[in-house]
């Protein structure tokens, strides 16, 4: 199970692509896929590999993205 | 209109999500426009200090002009580069709210700038968001005050020069000489560990007001892809390898 989740809010995403660009484990790619205004979205590319530090969203323009952390076990 | 996800996925904990003081509006800003991350961040230190209630903004001319729309608190549009002015009306009206302007250099390094510096002068007990980006957005890319020495624009097509068109006006420099101000200082956005001391700054910011300390100013440097003509990453590079060099960051004045 990944450590990470990121939501992405598609009708929100421009596809400006900073998120993709800041995050440390190339997670996220902008997807071939279009929303209803046009633009290419960002999508999880390698979900498996999300820790979830929220740096993506930190860097949103358009406040699209919000993180998840998988809670611990045991905690 | 897309409908905020508030649903926390089995097993996870929020980590980050979308400030409760923005509205559902999506932004009228450009792809990697940095005044996203801004208007963001002033969210954040809304919903951070709980004063969602009793907080007035005072929306500008230029790019954020619709800024209304995204906050859920109440708003009043400025005329151009009024927006000081306007908030020195209500904040001494109405002492208990919180009054913020947000507006770009258009609004107020250009046609604000004497507005701007008797609010500064006068220590009006506000704080001012400042967005830097060094280009007139909204009506196409000409040139503001703050163009860069040589940086082309739609109305300086072989780069500013400054026989003719002078030098980029440094706003906080200015303000910082004033006796009036409590705090100016300069942030960007182009990097993670940038955003979050930009979040810091306008917390101090919107803190020193709370405190009744006075006039607060955050300018924070911002790139105009659209009007750079370049793409949104490239934009921040842009940041930081030409317009820091002429808007160097930190905190310029701070009184205690």
């Known amino acids: 199970m990944p450590k990470g989740m990121v939501v992405i809010d598609k009708d929100r995403c421009k596809g400006c692509g900073l998120c993709v660009e800041t995050c440390p484990f190339g997670v996220l790619v902008i997807s071939p896929e279009f929303n209803r205004y046009g633009y290419n979205v960002a999508t999880m590319g390698a979900p498996e590999k999300c820790t979830g530090c929220g740096m993506c969203a930190q860097m949103c323009p358009d406040a699209a993205l919000d993180v998840y952390r998988a809670v611990k076990e045991g905690v | ?256």
């Not at chain 2, 980590?15 to 003081?21: A, D, E, G, L, N």
């Not at chain 2, 969602?52 to 151009?80: I, K, S």
């Not at chain 2, 506000?126 to 830097?132: E, G, Y």
Request: charged share 20%.
């Open chain 2, 1 to 256: 209109m897309s409908v905020v996800e508030t649903k926390v996925p089995a097993g996870f904990v929020p980590v980050y999500t979308r400030p409760k003081s923005l509205s559902d509006k999506r932004f009228t800003y450009c792809p990697g426009c940095h005044h996203g991350i801004i208007t963001r961040l002033v969210a954040e230190a809304i919903d951070e200090l709980g004063i969602q209630e009793r907080t007035v903004g005072v929306a500008p001319v230029g790019c954020a002009v619709f800024l209304y729309e995204f906050f859920r608190c109440d708003f009043a549009q400025a005329a151009h580069g009024r927006a000081c002015a306007v908030a020195t009306g209500i904040k001494r009206a109405n002492p208990d709210l919180i009054v913020f302007t947000y507006q770009g250099d258009g609004d107020l390094a250009a046609i604000g700038t004497a507005e701007t510096i008797h609010a500064a002068n006068r220590g009006e007990n506000i704080t001012v968001i400042f967005v830097n980006n060094q280009i007139y957005g909204m009506t196409g890319g000409e040139m503001a005050p703050t163009t860069l020495p040589g940086m082309r624009t739609v109305t300086t097509p072989e780069g500013r020069d400054v026989r003719t068109t002078g030098y980029p006006l440094r706003i906080s420099e200015m303000l910082a000489q004033l006796d009036g101000p409590t705090y100016i200082t300069r942030q960007a956005v182009f990097d993670v560990r940038h955003v979050q001391m930009a979040r810091k700054a306008i917390l101090k910011a919107f803190r020193n007001q709370l405190e009744g300390k006075g006039f607060s100013l955050v300018e924070v440097v911002a790139a105009c892809p659209t009007n750079l003509r370049i793409p949104p990453a490239e934009g921040n590079r842009w940041v930081k390898e030409q317009a820091l060099k002429y808007f160097p960051l930190g905190d310029l004045k701070v009184r205690d």
